[in-house]
C-alpha cells in the first residue's frame, strides 16, 4: 500500500508545496546531460517534477509511480504531455530502452524487504540500453537523520494559495534498524481536518546496496554526495552490464566523490 502523503488526494495535492526546494533534482538533470541521456525512466515519479522538467528539455521520458493521486497531479504540469505517465510499479512496465533509469526523492529506501528492492533493480536493468544508467539516491545509515524527524524540528506553517493554511510536523515513530518509520501530519486551518500519513523507510548500508545492485547486473560507477546534502547521502550510478539475469556482471568498486544529489523527507533533507 502506498504511503497516504503519495496516494491520498488531498496530501497528494500539497506535496509540491510541502517540499517545494527540489534544488535535488538539479544534480540528476546535470548526469543526464553529463552522461548524454536522451531518454529516461523515472521509477517512481510521484507528482512528475522531473519528469516534465526533463520532458520541457526534449528528453523523451517514462514516468512511473503507483499512486495516482500523484499522477493527476502530474499532468496537469507544462510538459506533461510529452511524458509517458504509467500507473503501477516497476513490475509492470512495457518493453523499454532507455539511457537512464532515475530514482529521485530516496524512493529506493522505500522498497523494505530485499525482493522488494530486487525487483525495481530487475526492472531498472531490463529497461537500460547495454551501458545506460541507474542513477538514485539513498540516506547514509551513518548519519542517523531520523534524530531530527521529531516535532520540535520539523513542525512548519504553510500558506498554499488555493488551499489556505497548513500546520504540518514529522513524528518519528519508530526505529528499529534497518527500519524507520515515522507520522507526518498536516492540519488544514480551513476546515480544521487533520490528516496523517505513515511511513516506513529501510537503512541500506552502501555494501549492501553495491552488492544488490552487482545481482541485478548493475556495476556501480561511482557513489556521489548529494551537494544540498553534503555527508549524508549516498548517490548511485550504476551501469547496466551483461544480459540481465545472466550473472555475467561484476561490481566495481564504487567511490565516494563529489559533490553529487538530494530528497521530501520528514521536514528535513
Ligand atoms: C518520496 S516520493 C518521491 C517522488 C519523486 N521521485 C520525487 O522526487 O518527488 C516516493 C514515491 O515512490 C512511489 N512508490 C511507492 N511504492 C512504489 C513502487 N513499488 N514502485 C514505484 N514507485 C513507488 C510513491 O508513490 C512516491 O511517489
Redesign the pocket.
Known sequence: M?DAI??ERRLANIYDDV?SDRSDLDAYIAMIDEFNARSVL??????G??ACLLAGRGIEVTG????AA?LEVARRKPYADRVQWLAG??TTLPPLQVDMVT?????AQ??LTDEDWAS?LRAARAALKSAGLLVFEVRDPAREGWREWNREQSSRHLEIPGVGGVETWTDLTDVHLPFVSFRMTFVFETDGAVLTSDSMLRFRSRDEIVESLRRADLIVKDVREAPDRPGREFVFVAEAAGTPQDGSGSAGNGRVVGPGLP??QPGAK
Open positions: 502506498v503519495f496516494s517540499d523515472d521509477i517512481g515519479c510521484g507528482t517534477t522531473l512511473v509511480d503507483p499512486a500523484s510499479d516497476a530514482m529521485t526523492g530516496n524512493v522505500g522498497f525495481p530528497k521530501l
